[in-house]
T-cell receptor, first 120, second 111 residues
């Protein structure tokens, strides 16, 4: 079974600065998907960024980027120019590739989360 | 854009009662996932459906059952509720294997 580890329960960063959240995972699969989800106080789960394991290029979405190290099974999230609205719990998640004929079993396995605080 | 709808948003039940949570996926999404997030916990996968058939099962108690209907909405039925069932229950839908779109969740409180 796949496992996802987030070793930083809490992080804080000064507004406008850059912060990196860590995530490692364990899998025997060669093709998979990795995600970062943000959960603000509203508890809504919001997708931040997605990375396909077969892609060597790191994903980027505006101020959010990842450092995907497949051999090391590491998937960190970098938030640049931190804003007050970035304050939230951040979950790293792993998803297996789809089966050839069995869609629907691509459940997400989450890490325990990192609570990010933005200091004004 | 249409989002995943969950109802009710909040539910309070007594121990040993029954609860039914509903999920309405985004139109044309044929896959539904249910997750349970306890206080201070990460979401845990319960069960999923693809084209109205159960496709995967996680750590879902035997007291819970679920199904997906012909209109693709899904219901999670929870019987003999326990205090430990108090949690946020998410439904997510997906049109393919790329991304799961989460609903706002149903907060269940068992007294």
């Amino acid at each position: 079974a796949q496992t996802v580890t987030q070793s930083q329960p809490e992080m804080s960063v000064q507004e406008a600065e850059t912060v990196t959240l860590s995530c490692t995972y364990d899998t025997s699969e060669s093709d998979y998907y990795l995600f970062w989800y943000k959960q603000p106080p509203s508890r809504q789960m919001i997708l931040v960024i997605r990375q396909e394991a077969y892609k060597q290029q790191n994903a980027t979405e505006n101020r959010f980027s990842v450092n995907f190290q497949k051999a090391a099974k590491s998937f960190s999230l970098k938030i640049s120019d931190s804003q007050l609205g970035d304050a939230a719990m951040y979950f790293c998640a792993y998803r297996s590739p789809p089966g050839v004929s069995n869609f629907g079993n691509e459940k997400l396995t989450f890490g325990t989360g990192t609570r990010l605080t933005i200091i004004p | 854009a249409a989002g995943v709808i969950q109802s009710p948003r909040h539910l309070i039940k007594e121990k040993r009662e029954t609860a039914t949570l509903k999920c309405y996926p985004i139109p044309r999404h044929d896959t539904v996932y249910w997750y349970q997030q306890g206080p201070g916990q990460d979401p845990q996968f319960l069960i999923s459906f693809y084209e109205k058939m159960q496709s995967d099962k996680g750590s879902i108690p035997d007291r819970f059952s679920a199904q997906q209907f012909s209109d693709y909405h899904s219901e999670l039925n929870m019987s003999s509720l326990e205090l430990g069932d108090s949690a946020l229950y998410f439904c997510a839908s997906s049109p393919d294997y790329n991304e799961q779109f989460f609903g706002p969740g149903t907060r269940l409180t068992v007294l």
